[in-house]
């Protein structure tokens, strides 16, 4: 009887809580649908940049597959390549073969080398020898170099977004927060506490995730600390402002667990830890509203590139925005709790 | 800028003035036109069962929550003000107090969001702590407090700054009669002393000590006196007899 009777109620709870159920019931179909665009789009085309190739080889290497654009020189090709818009440049040096790879995604490396493996077996044994090279990072760059500085930011992220919206949720169903709204504190000095409180343990957390990866880990690091560190910061402030912000929609702990499928898992999908090319150009625009994506484009940038400030700037000013913009919605979203 | 009604403008400023209060959630209405006046020094007593609006109520004259229609006047001035928050000591149905800090650090918080700062701070915090005779319990974490020691805590942080007026919303709910006691003496002392009490509560003896309480009842009040004036007025023996006449017998 006691055991019908208290799954009665859990059942009645959980129908009143319609939340909850939706989260039951769609947050899956969203992850599998996400997981459906990234692994099952259009197959991936390497881009590669062509100098100084016999026509006959640009036709194979399209043959096998390849996106392939000629350009006039070797240099030319090389600027396109740091800019991004290339995966590799094939040019003929002094008889050989040489193949210079962008380097920061080992499976784009992979990509392109079983492309050109392709293009080679149709041509024969006639194929001179090749030689390959690396822009950034090394032959032995490992997936998780690659990954490596996107899941220090997603860590700090995840983490931090957490505790903010539980610790601001728990204010608010103590009554700790009624009370503290009671005294003539500004809802700015609310939201601007927090930040503080919370920024500095967010620091530390950002500089120790950090400093543990890379000096422990032995991940691979091309570039400053210190930028490493800001952008780490400048990530788990956007965490911060979201998870307070979104905690005052949330009546519960466990709805604040609700957040991670539909907050925090798109993030991951869009945040470089899988290659988007092969996703619906209209959906991979969906990577601009993601405060992770920033984080992790610099992040990487940083740590494999080796990018200096110039080249991470616009990653900082968005990462700035997005936690700008979320702090002055909880100063608003503060309005609910008190009436000025 | 100050909203001087203009009944009251020839008298002393009372404490507390509403008129024609409405506030209603999601098409509910919780109070229906609240007008009431609390005069300087007085100890006054919402009564009421819960649900009646009482806690709705102290939130729209402590400018927590903003009256669909009606205004209220707190010392003269247009409610909800900000700067008027450091006027009145409050304290809330719950304990709202931080478990994971000692008694010391919960006050030395409060105090600070009051601007007190420094030696005034400490001597605040002394003061106060004998008041509600916890000064021993200083430095224990508040979650080794007992039920009753947090209620204490609670009335000494809203003491912290002297306020002219105390705003307490069921100060005595779930504590024995003894502690009760303790806590009435408290208030009685500190009305004596000028302090002007707005409380609200249930319980019918504790009414009874009021100098004036206002009966309400689903969102309206229905009278409004001292304990024996209703008493009379109702021919009635008992307050709670009183409040069953007066607030219109049967139930809504």
Redesign the interface.
Known sequence: MRIRALAVRIIRQFVRDKRTLALLFLAPLLVLTLMNFVFNGQTVKPDIGAASLPAAVEAKLEQAGADVTTYPSKNVADQQLKAGSLDAVLSIEAGSLSLLLEGSDPSVNKNVLVVLQKAMQTEGMNAPQLQVSYLHGQEDLSSFDSFGPVLIGFFSFFFVFMLAGVAFLRERTTGTLERLLATPIRRTEVVGGYLAGFGLFTLLQAALIAVYAIYALGMYMDGSIWLVLLMNLLLTLTALTLGTLLSSFATTEFQIIQFIPLVVVPQVFFSGLFNLDAMNPWLQKLSYIMPLYYGADAMRGIMIRGEGFADIQLDIYVLLGFSITFALLNVIALKKQRAI | MSFPSPASSALTAPVVETEGLVRSFGGRTVLDGISLRIERGELFGLLGPSGSGKTTLIKLI?????ADTGTVLLLGERM????M??RFG?M???????GELTARENLQF?AS???LSGIRRSERIQAVMAVVDLLDHLNKPVSAYSGGMKRRLSLAIALLHEPELLVLDEPTVGIDPVLRQSIWKELLALRDNGTTILLTTHVMDEAEKCDRIGLIRDGCLTAVDTPEALKTRSGAQSLEEAFITLGGGERA
Request: charged share 15%; aromatic share 18%.
């Open positions: 402590t400018g927590i929550d903003r909800p003000k900000l700067s928050l450091q409050y809330a149905q719950a304990d709202a107090l931080y409060f969001l009051y601007g």
